[in-house]
């Protein structure tokens, strides 16, 4: 069941309240004219946030947040891990000790619909006396709706930032052996084996190879067969479409990768790609900034930033995410939305692009020309971007048990670096993690 926001005009938009005062970094103006702010001004809130770029941009504004609304905040930033462990221990309890949340979608999405553990903002959404009319479900990419709505549509938070996965690639490296961007699946394998050359160090492609960190990149390939690694709850996992998955992983990893990268996660990966030394890098476009730094990198100005090829079945930019909800044990509903409203607002997300904190899920930030004009980082980098929203799909699956899936899976895959058969090694990973997806939903 979809929603129907309201549909704004350009002119309402710029017609927005100078109550934030000049955006002049974003050259954005904040659309915040509609809405009763100080409704619930003398309110105090606790803001519970990841430790990340994000929760930062999130920090230092929040004077203006305070200012707009007259709500006092409190917030507090938590290294990832713990901050999932506390938040779990104290909305189990019902009566959590923070009114809004900062979520990781592609880890917790399962876990905080089955607990029941967030306030359902779909009402909020439809009241234009506490929402922007900018605010529209359109202006979300596919793969925000996807993590944001339960499969009854109902809104257990905001989509707050984006992972595209991307192709970095070495235009010098592509440019000597007068090889094209690859658009298919198969013009990936034939590029990455003619840009290969072990004799000389050089290498056409690299990704993770590492146990756990290697399940997103099949997943990944798994996309452009046309299939999620979980479909309707049941496992995918030893399809034809899955097994031909991870015998192109298989073959792009041991005929085109460097030495040793059965040990490689993103940060190895992003080190042989900053030395000149790999042609294309499948990965997250959020490790882009430091190939773009003189200090640290020895590609800058010769790096392409590309969508994710089509596989037979499918074009898919293969989507991680985190969001911003409120909780369903805080007694300050309207006022906490208003904070995860702000936190998603037009400004802040020019913000969060501009300083390569993060990416908004909302096209209306990502395709606005004046903050485009004001990134940081290369135009071609903006462009996948938008490009990848298009074609965005959820990567991992939306299950509780992620970790073990990925420490399961993950083993197979490795096994596939040193010859091992794909399709044996996927149907004993499958069999393995079955009852252990069962037993989550019991």
């Known amino acids: 069941m979809s929603m129907k926001f309201l549909n704004p005009t350009r002119r309402q938009f710029l017609a927005g309240s100078a109550a934030l005062g000049a955006a002049s970094m974003t050259g954005l103006k904040p659309a ?11 309110t105090t809130l606790e803001v519970n ?7 930062d941009i999130l920090q230092k504004y929040q004077k203006e947040f305070e200012e707009l609304t007259g709500i006092k905040v409190n917030s507090e930033q938590t290294p990832e891990q713990q901050q999932r462990q506390k ?41 234009p006396s506490l929402t922007e009319p900018s605010l529209t479900e359109s202006d979300f990419a596919e793969a925000g709706l996807a993590f944001a709505k339960d499969q009854n549509g109902r809104f257990g938070g905001l989509p707050f930032s984006v992972d595209y996965w991307i192709l970095y690639w070495n235009k010098d490296l592509f440019a000597a052996k007068g090889v094209e961007y690859p658009k298919t699946f198969d013009e990936l394998v034939a590029a990455a084996e003619k840009l290969t050359d072990a004799a000389s160090g050089t290498y056409g492609f690299v990704a993770r190879g590492m146990k756990n960190a290697n399940t997103p990149v099949w997943a990944s390939l798994m996309l452009g067969y046309g299939k999620s690694t979980v479909e309707n709850g049941t496992l995918q996992t030893d399809t034809p479409e899955a097994i031909e998955a991870a015998t192109l992983y298989q073959r792009l990893m041991t005929k085109s990768a460097p030495p040793g990268v ?18 294309m890098w499948l990965d997250g476009i959020g490790f882009a900034p430091p190939l773009e730094n003189p200090q640290k990198s020895r590609v800058v100005g010769k790096v392409g930033y590309g969508v994710m090829p089509k596989g037979p079945n499918a074009q898919a930019a293969p989507t991680f995410g985190d969001g911003i909800g409120v909780t369903e044990g805080s007694s300050n509903k ?43 980082m290369p135009q071609d980098w903006v462009t996948a971007l938008s ?9 991992l699956p939306v299950i509780i048990p992620v970790t073990e899936f990925r420490d399961v899976m993950g083993v197979g895959l490795t096994n596939l670096l040193g010859g091992a058969d794909p399709a044996t090694e996927l149907k004993r990973a499958t069999e393995e993690f079955r009852p252990v997806l069962a037993r989550s939903e019991s």
Request: glycine share 8%; proline share 4%; hydrophobic share 40%.
């Open 32 to 42: 915040f004219a509609n809405v009763d702010w100080k409704k619930f001004a003398g």
């Open 49 to 55: 946030l990841i430790k990340s770029p994000r929760g």
């Open 87 to 127: 938040a779990v221990i104290e909305l189990t309890s019902g009566k959590p000790s923070f009114d809004v949340i900062h979520i990781s979608y592609h880890v917790q999405k399962r876990q905080f619909e089955k607990g029941g553990w967030l306030a359902d903002l779909t009402p909020f959404l439809r009241d």
């Open 262 to 279: 059965t040990g490689f996660n993103w940060a190895e990966c992003q080190s042989s790609f900053l030395q000149g030394k790999v042609a």
């Open 334 to 376: 309207e006022a906490a939305y208003l904070y995860c409203q702000w936190a998603i607002s037009k400004e802040m997300g020019a913000r969060l692009l501009q300083t390569g904190s993060g990416v908004p899920f909302r096209n209306s930030i990502l395709n606005d020309p004046e903050v485009r004009k004001n990134v940081t």
């Open 387 to 395: 490009e990848s929203a298009k074609v965005s799909k959820l990567c």
